[in-house]
Structure formats: structure tokens, C-alpha cells
């Protein structure tokens, strides 16, 4: 087994996922194997939670875990009929490849080995960079390792953690957007950018800089490498009608996804990676 550096140790409690643990002088944090899943991310300067989970969150390995960090690959939303939604990554067991202590971060590397299944032809490698310091930063690389272009789409598909959603402002986003709750029909980009109902928005422009603020709360996000930005936030209603949150979770989240929904063709050999920085 790989040796850890002292920051980083395996947790598993009965009936509940493998993790990783890590504590280091800037940050604690904790990634499940199981989809390369980042569940938690405490900066220690400011002592909050960054990351969204639900409570009723469903852990026994099957399904995808609600919250975190999910990472969405080969493809992002739903394929065809009869496809896991957000593709079948986030639902497999990820392997630990490299784990480092650097001067600002503790750094782990992990690379999912099977990326064959049902819906995706392409053969690809894909891993994950998570260094875990004053910020926490993610890169995921995915690699066309076969004799054959191949598309797919990919998510970062963050859960930020705020104390009411009523009182949060996204900033830094402009331009249209196609909106899922109204039959994907374009809309622009509303300003403030609030959340006063159920939203589920892809924003075509890719916006490298965005904030959330909430009071004198702020979380700063830095994407590279994507082609848009998803928003979703379930609003009370479907909240209350899914089975892995609980009534008023999404008074808790905002999920600002950093995304490739466009379709990404990978010429043989070449490499793609798609990256987000949390400060
Ligand atoms: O329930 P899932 O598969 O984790 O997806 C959650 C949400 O993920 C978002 O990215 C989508 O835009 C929403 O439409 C979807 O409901």
C-alpha cells in the first residue's frame, strides 16, 4: 500500500465508505474512494465548511453520494434513456496513485482504473489532482489513450455550503443561460443573480472568476478548462420529494458546477484537464 505522509489517514467506520482524512496546518478535509468524492473542505482560517452533504445522503457504495464534490465523467446530465445520470464516475471506486506533502498543500492524486462502461466509446484515462491548503484545488485530467477520437462532457460539480440560500448572491456571472425548469428556453443572466425558487441553469459563458456572498461570508471560485457554468439549486419542492435530502436542504446549498456540457472531441493522445480552485 502507498505509504501517507502524517497529514493524511484512512477512515473507515462500519457500513460507511472508505475516506481519506487529511489535516494539515491549513485545512481538513475528507475525499471518499468511492467516486473520488470530496466531502468536506475546512479551511482553518476561517473555520467553515465549504462543501455542502446532505444528511440523508445515501452511502452504501451504489449510488452517488449527494453533496461534495461529484465528479461528473464521461458525459454530464443525462445521456439517453437508461443512462446513470452524470455518467458512472462518481459511482466507482477510485484508486489513491500519489499522495504529497507540498509547501502549501497536501497533494493526492487519484485515477479511476476502469473508465470502460455502457454509453462511452472512447478509451480514456481520467484522473484527479486535489491539493488541499488554504484553498482547495482540483484538476481532472482525462486522456484519449486509444486509436480513435472520442467526445464527452465532464462536471466539477460542486455543493457550496451557505446558511440560507434566501441571503446569497452569486456574483461575476453574465450572459444567457438555457434554463431546465422552463424547457430549456434561454434567459439572461438576472442582476443580483439570487435564488428566490428552484433553479437549474446552464450558463454558456464560462466565467473564470466567480464569488458567492452571503453577508460578510464569501467563497471565490476559479475555474479553467471548462465550457460553462451549471447553477442548480433543487428549491423546496423537489427538495422535499427526493429521498437523499431533507426538506429544507436547499436552503443549505448552491450548487456552481464548472462544466464541459458542449461536447469535448479528444483527438488521439491528446489531453484534456479541467480544473477549480475553492478559496
Ligand atoms: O440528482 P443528480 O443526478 O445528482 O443531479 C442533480 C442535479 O445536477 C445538476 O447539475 C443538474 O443541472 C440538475 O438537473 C440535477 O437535478
Known amino acids: 500500500m502507498l505509504s501517507l505522509p502524517s497529514s493524511i489517514s484512512y477512515q473507515q467506520q462500519p457500513g460507511m465508505l472508505k475516506t481519506l482524512m487529511i489535516d494539515n496546518q491549513f485545512a481538513t478535509a475528507e475525499i471518499a474512494l468511492f467516486g473520488a468524492h470530496m466531502l468536506s473542505f475546512i479551511p482553518k482560517h476561517v473555520q467553515r465548511e465549504r462543501l455542502y452533504v446532505s444528511d440523508s445522503s445515501i452511502r452504501d457504495g451504489k449510488r ?15 445521456l439517453n ?13 477510485w484508486e489513491l496513485i500519489s499522495a504529497t506533502e507540498k509547501d502549501d498543500c497536501t497533494e493526492l492524486v487519484l485515477s479511476l ?18 491539493c488541499v491548503g488554504k484553498t482547495l484545488s482540483m484538476s481532472l485530467t482525462t486522456t484519449n489513450v486509444g486509436d480513435d477520437a472520442f467526445e464527452f462532457s465532464t462536471a466539477l460539480h460542486t455543493y457550496f455550503a451557505v446558511d440560507d440560500i434566501n441571503r446569497v448572491e452569486l456574483v461575476g456571472m453574465t450572459g444567457d443561460y438555457t434554463d431546465k425548469v422552463n424547457d430549456w428556453a434561454i434567459g439572461t443572466t438576472p442582476v443580483p443573480y439570487r435564488f428566490p425558487e428552484r433553479t437549474d441553469r446552464i ?13 460578510d ?15 442548480w439549486n433543487p428549491g423546496a419542492e423537489l427538495s422535499k420529494s427526493m429521498t437523499d435530502m431533507s426538506d429544507d436542504s436547499y436552503l443549505k446549498m448552491l450548487c456552481v458546477e464548472t462544466g464541459v456540457t458542449q461536447g469535448k472531441k479528444l483527438a488521439v493522445g491528446e489531453i484534456h484537464t479541467m480544473s477549480l480552485i475553492v478559496d
Open 203 to 215: 450558463h454558456f459563458n464560462p466565467a473564470k472568476y466567480l464569488t458567492i456572498v452571503e453577508g
Open 217 to 231: 461570508n464569501t467563497v471565490n471560485i476559479e475555474s479553467a478548462g471548462h465550457d460553462s457554468i451549471i447553477v
Open 81 to 93: 434513456e437508461g443512462y446513470q445520470m452524470h455518467g458512472y464516475a462518481r459511482e466507482r471506486v
Open 64 to 78: 452517488a453520494i449527494r453533496g461534495g464534490v461529484p465528479i461528473c465523467w464521461p458525459w454530464f446530465g443525462g
Open 113 to 130: 482504473a476502469d473508465t470502460i462502461g455502457e454509453g462511452f466509446f472512447g478509451k480514456a484515462t481520467v484522473s484527479v489532482a486535489i
